[in-house]
């Protein structure tokens, strides 16, 4: 069974950091992609970030230059590394293997949650 298990988020002032965790089973992880998806209140999921299987990384343009995905094969872990929060990065964090488009190949994990306010 295809678990994600994500942790690392909190309550963070503008500006802070943050680095996530989502720790991957039941499936061969070095062989994915892996993406981190966000979920703002009354917004629908976004991808945000993604590494391939060579550590290529992908980010979405409201992330760039300010958020870090990587991997650790041997610890079926992908992190997502979070500088100079802002308000708008405030959204539960979920990780998962892309399908295309918005889709994803696997059930989705509680998520962590990410709140960025003074």
């Known amino acids: 069974q295809v678990q994600f298990v994500e942790s690392g988020g909190g309550l963070v002032q503008p500006g802070g950091s943050l680095r996530l965790s989502c720790a991957a089973s039941g499936i061969m992880f070095r062989l994915y992609t892996m993406g981190w998806y966000r979920q703002a209140p009354g917004k629908e999921r976004e991808l945000v970030a993604s590494?391939?299987?060579?550590?290529?990384?992908n980010y979405s343009d409201s992330v760039k230059g300010r958020f870090t995905i990587s991997r650790d094969n041997a610890k079926n872990t992908v992190y997502l590394q979070m500088i100079s929060l802002k308000p708008e990065d405030t959204a539960v964090y979920y990780c998962?293997?892309?399908?295309?488009?918005?889709?994803?190949?696997?059930?989705w994990g509680q998520g962590t949650q990410v709140t960025v306010s003074s």
């Open positions: 590494i391939n299987s060579g550590r290529t990384p």
């Open positions: 998962n293997v892309p399908a295309g488009g918005p889709a994803v190949r696997y059930r």
